[in-house]
């Protein structure tokens, strides 16, 4: 079993940044794909992006691609969403993720853990 729990989100300009956390617990962490999903009032949960067990690959939404990193420190069970110029379409919950499988997932049903979600508005 995994725990997820967001932290980091708030109310920032458009133009601004924020940095989001999600601490897990659990022995396996480093081993688990992790993710961050969005989800904006009366549109379907999406993914932002996603970084392997090792921190090497990652994949990124088009949408947030140059503008979003993330990160993960396997020592901390802890992984990171920085997210510069952010734009007011970036409003939405935004949840974190674990995935046991290996490889990046983009979907979803594709993830076993979820946080509780943090929310972001970037007003324009």
């Known amino acids: 079993q995994v725990q997820l729990v967001e932290s980091g989100g708030g109310l920032v300009q458009a133009g601004g940044s924020l940095r989001l956390s999600c601490a897990a617990s659990?022995?396996?962490?480093?081993?688990?794909?992790m993710g961050w999903f969005r989800q904006a009032p009366g549109k379907e949960r999406e993914i932002v992006a996603a970084?392997?067990?090792?921190?090497?690959?990652?994949y990124y939404d088009d949408s947030v691609k140059g503008r979003f990193g993330i990160s993960r420190a396997n020592g901390k069970d802890t992984v990171f969403l920085q997210m510069n110029r952010l734009k007011s379409e970036d409003t939405a919950v935004y949840y974190c993720?674990?995935?046991?499988?290996?490889?990046?997932?983009?979907?979803?049903?594709?993830?076993?853990?979820w946080g509780q979600g943090t929310q972001v508005t970037v007003s324009s």
């Open positions: 659990g022995r396996t962490f480093s081993t688990y794909t």
């Open positions: 993720a674990a995935r046991r499988a290996g490889g990046l997932g983009s979907k979803s049903y594709e993830y076993d853990y």
């Open positions: 970084i392997a067990w090792s921190g090497g690959p990652t």
